[in-house]
């Protein structure tokens, strides 16, 4: 829930770290504008006493109230954890404290008249909790009639997530006018506007670029930073205000002895002058752990201390996370290839390698196109925010991506909101041997998550989004809550996971995972054998040339582009023409 002095709109925790993250503007209930605050001040409104002696340590005992621990994801992002946004206040009773409110800054704060023979500006601020209404118009207006004013509809944004108001009457020549009283028509096209001096005449419609000011205005308190970037004019309800970057983890359990409930502890002491080499620091700490209900050896503890070490170093290491590596031990697990105790004990992630027998279709077999097939009865994923960007899909580096969430660099004791979804899944390996590239297919291309896919890969993505909507016409879930996981590994592996990560703590309902029982899944098969060869927009469809910008080819929202909340890419790495030509 985000609030800002008396309104107050709702917001579901997920959007939180995704679509209404940190800097997203979202509409309130009060029909205002606003951009979400950053997480400095998240933590200031947090609903502990002000007093200054107990609210470091109140705010710590609150946060951990809300912890995620994701190793994997923690390594990923450089934080030693996770904190999931707050939600509704019902969800609060059993702590017995007061909501907490993600605080929201009114933006754009450029307002037009809404009479259309007036249309003159004027500026709110960012408390400003409803409607501002034209100075001009309520002093002037016939029968005492005032007139409200209404945020502008554009502003400037660059690629680094810096935004800010219109310069418009940096627009209009110096004659000697100061255009302190001017007025704003947007026409059919809000993209350019025309502005005009009241009291001088001069009239000039907007159209450029700026040099970007560096404005963070969603983060308060700060000053600008230098940003070398051009501004760009955009729409305040256009898709390009605000492009989320998340990471996110299929859990998958460490084959190791480490306990998360050990680490807790041993993070809650202060281990700034515990020495190894000093045998009484270690028995003493081997007595306070067994007290603490964790009796373990000496051998085990110091293995704990370790992890607990190289944890806290990671926040100092300058070292990429590598996602290959990630993505490679999560296919590995899921196909069956790699096996340990742990697996076997998990609550969160259990699954099934499917024998290949028990299927009777043409794509499916040991040399034929699908030659693996697991049914992911439960899987848990963890979602986190570690920045975004405008304007264009882009990945900030983690020290851009933190200080647009915060506003400063990473300290020691940081976090980053996330929250953990747990589902069902199907999971597929594809032989690459039998995908014939087209030609040009793969230019400059280079592994990772936001760079361009392999073509046997974009293959892989283009049948994942077929098969998607397949499964939604029969798994009981709406398409916008399947998603797709696409590894295109290096040592020239592909395959995809198509999932539901929409269930409770115990998992889903099964509709989708009972899916891949034989007999039902060659029949979603056959449907996207059905969809490839034949679009609602063909022959403009298919004919398409490929977008090298968006790394898109035969694909529109008629067959393969689905709502951005199913793709991790955005859209991006499609081509039906690919599917066409390799399957019957």
């Known amino acids: 829930m985000a609030k800002r002095k008396n309104?107050?709109?709702r917001i579901k925790r997920g959007d939180l770290v995704l679509t209404s993250g940190v800097g997203a503007l979202i509409r309130t209930q009060s029909g205002v504008f606003g951009l979400v605050g950053s997480l400095a001040d998240w933590e200031s409104t947090m609903p502990v006493k002000p007093d200054p002696a107990t609210i470091a340590s109140e705010r710590e005992d609150f946060l951990r109230r809300l912890e995620i621990r994701d190793p994997e994801l923690e390594d990923a992002c450089k934080v030693p954890r996770f904190i999931e946004p707050p939600s509704e206040p019902d969800d609060f009773d059993w702590l017995h404290v007061t909501p907490w409110h993600v605080p929201i800054f009114r933006f754009p704060l450029t307002e037009v008249c809404s009479n259309w023979q007036c249309q003159r500006v004027t500026m709110s601020s960012p408390g400003d909790p409803g409607r501002v209404f034209c100075g001009y118009c309520s002093t002037t207006g016939k029968k005492g009639r005032r007139f409200s004013a209404v945020q502008s509809p554009v502003f400037m944004v660059c690629t680094k997530g810096h935004l800010d108001e219109v310069p418009f009457r940096a627009v209009l020549p110096r004659a000697g006018c100061s255009h302190a009283n001017i007025k704003i028509s947007f026409g059919n096209n809000p993209r350019f506007p025309n502005i005009k001096c009241v009291d001088c005449g001069a009239n000039e419609r907007f159209d450029g670029e700026y040099d970007c000011t560096g404005r963070r205005p969603w983060i308060s308190k700060v000053s600008d930073e230098e940003c070398s970037e051009k501004m760009h004019l955009v729409e305040r309800t256009g898709v390009n205000t605000y492009f989320p970057s998340t990471k996110s983890s299929i859990h998958i359990?460490?084959?190791?002895?480490i306990d998360e409930r050990v680490i807790d502890w041993l993070n809650r002491l202060d281990l700034r002058f515990f020495s190894l080499a000093n045998e009484k620091n270690v028995e003493t700490l081997c007595e306070d752990a067994a007290?603490?209900?964790?009796?373990?050896?000496?051998?085990?503890?110091?293995?704990?201390?370790n992890e607990v070490e190289r944890r806290n170093k990671r926040c100092e290491s300058t070292e990429e996370w590598s996602f290959e590596a990630a993505r490679a031990n999560e296919f590995d697990v899921l196909a069956g290839h790699t096996t340990f105790p742990a697996l076997g004990r998990s609550r969160l992630l259990q699954f099934r390698v499917r024998s290949l027998d028990e299927y009777s279709h043409s794509l499916i077999g040991h040399?034929?196109?699908i030659t693996a097939v697991t049914s992911v009865d439960v899987l848990t994923e963890t979602r986190a925010l570690d920045g975004f960007s405008r304007y264009k899909p882009d990945s900030p580096s983690q020290r851009d991506g933190f200080r647009l969430l915060w506003g400063f660099d990473r300290p020691k004791n940081s976090w980053l909101p996330a929250y953990r979804?747990?589902?069902e899944g199907i999971f597929f390996v594809l032989n690459t041997a039998l995908i014939t590239p087209r030609p040009n297919d793969g230019a400059n291309h280079d592994k990772g998550l936001r760079t361009p896919l392999s073509p046997e890969a974009t293959f892989a993505h283009s049948f994942a989004h077929l098969f998607m909507k397949e499964l939604a016409k029969s798994c009981g879930y709406q398409l916008p809550s399947i998603r797709d996981r696409v590894y295109d590994l290096a040592?020239?592996?592909v395959g995809f996971l198509t999932y539901t990560a929409e269930g409770d703590i115990v998992g889903t309902l099964g509709g989708l995972v009972r899916l891949a029982e034989p007999g039902l899944l060659e029949i979603l098969l056959d449907g996207v054998i059905a969809a490839s060869r034949w679009c609602g927009q063909d022959p403009v469809c298919i004919e398409k040339t490929h977008s090298v910008s968006r790394r898109v080819g035969a694909a529109c929202h008629q067959c393969l582009i689905l709502p951005e909340t199913c793709c991790e890419r955005f859209n991006s790495d499609l081509d039906r023409r690919g599917l066409r030509s390799n399957l019957p």
């Open 421 to 423: 979804l747990h589902g």
């Open 253 to 257: 359990p460490a084959d190791s002895n």
């Open 491 to 493: 040592d020239g592996r």
């Open 291 to 305: 007290l603490a209900g964790f009796p373990l050896g000496r051998d085990a503890l110091l293995e704990h201390v």
């Open 7 to 9: 309104f107050t709109t």
């Open 367 to 369: 040399d034929k196109l």
